[in-house]
């Protein structure tokens, strides 16, 4: 998941500017373009069996 976001964001960040980055990736998260690690365990925020990648828009 951090390797996904991490290219995603280079990526972003190598077709934006200064002054638009921030926007881009914000329209990113939005969108559901990046990812998260949803069922985490509730004491060490580690993956569980039941964890997924889920898109950042849900």
Not at 20 to 38: I, K, R
């Amino acid at each position: 998941m951090d390797l996904f976001n991490n290219q995603k964001g280079r990526n972003i960040a190598g077709n934006s500017n200064l002054l638009t980055v921030y926007e881009n990736v914000q329209t990113q998260l939005n969108t559901g373009f990046l990812m998260y690690l949803n069922n985490l365990a509730t004491t060490t925020n580690r993956a569980t069996q039941n964890s997924i990648l889920t898109p950042t828009n849900q």
